[in-house]
């Protein structure tokens, strides 16, 4: 399967621990994304990656929030001290240089109690 | 299974039947518009995109109308089959950003 692929699936934790979600783009794809979804909501963006360098954040983004792309290859986005409202899917995506259509992994699970 | 649905217009058609999905959008400045398709538990799937210099487009199956004077997009699916039963989300690209903002989804459920 050469698609995006995101890990853990599903994370469930107490409010207050530390979460990491790893992202493993197309192998070709220099662009790489972060998106969130709450149940009946659109995806919302988080923060998208060229290369290894972060080239926009949302406002959503707290600073408990903190995503990494290393080696323009697999990315991680950890969260700190989570709290109930964080509970959601984070969906990672990728795409080409130059291409608009973004390509979406199965997402990760959080939920916070 | 964990549904994206709650809370979503829904619409219901019948196995043979054309669907027709809308969309309003809110920024005059996008030039780029993609729908996509979300089944329960999994990640968006890109369906069909348009630009700005165009007011329709064809897939299989599937046909996009963009009107620009009053922002309205809608997806169009042919001969709509129960596999076609997802959320469906519209999303723009405004000129000079790179990332996708996305709308509102609706839930087409399609009844065998």
């Known amino acids: 399967d050469t698609g995006v692929s995101q890990d853990p699936r599903h994370k469930i934790t107490k409010r207050g621990q530390n979460v990491t979600f790893r992202c493993d783009p197309i192998s070709e794809h220099n662009r790489l994304y972060w998106y969130r979804q709450t149940l009946g909501q659109g995806p919302e963006f988080l923060t998208y990656?060229?290369?290894?360098?972060?080239?926009?954040k949302s406002r959503l983004l707290s600073d408990r929030f903190s995503a990494e792309r290393p080696k323009g290859s697999f990315s991680t986005l950890e969260i700190q001290r989570t709290e109930q409202g964080d509970s959601a899917m984070y969906l990672c995506?990728?795409?080409?240089?130059?291409?608009?259509?973004?390509?979406f992994g199965e997402g990760s699970r959080l939920t916070v109690l | 299974g964990e549904s994206v649905g709650l809370h979503l217009p829904t619409l219901s058609v019948q196995e043979g039947d054309n669907s027709i999905i809308n969309c309003a959008y809110s920024n005059s400045a996008s030039d780029y518009f993609i729908w996509y398709k979300q089944e329960s538990g999994k990640g968006p799937q890109f369906i069909i995109d348009?630009?700005?210099?165009?007011d329709k487009r064809q897939g299989q199956r599937v046909t996009v109308l963009l009107n620009k004077t009053v922002k309205h997009l809608s997806l169009q699916i042919a001969a709509t089959q129960p596999g076609d039963s997802a959320v469906y989300f519209c999303a723009e690209i405004p000129s000079g950003y790179s990332t996708l903002t996305f709308g509102k989804g609706t839930m087409l459920l399609v009844s065998p």
């Open positions: 990656f060229q290369n290894e360098a972060q080239l926009e």
């Open positions: 348009i630009r700005s210099n165009m």
């Open positions: 995506a990728s795409s080409s240089r130059g291409g608009e259509e973004l390509f």
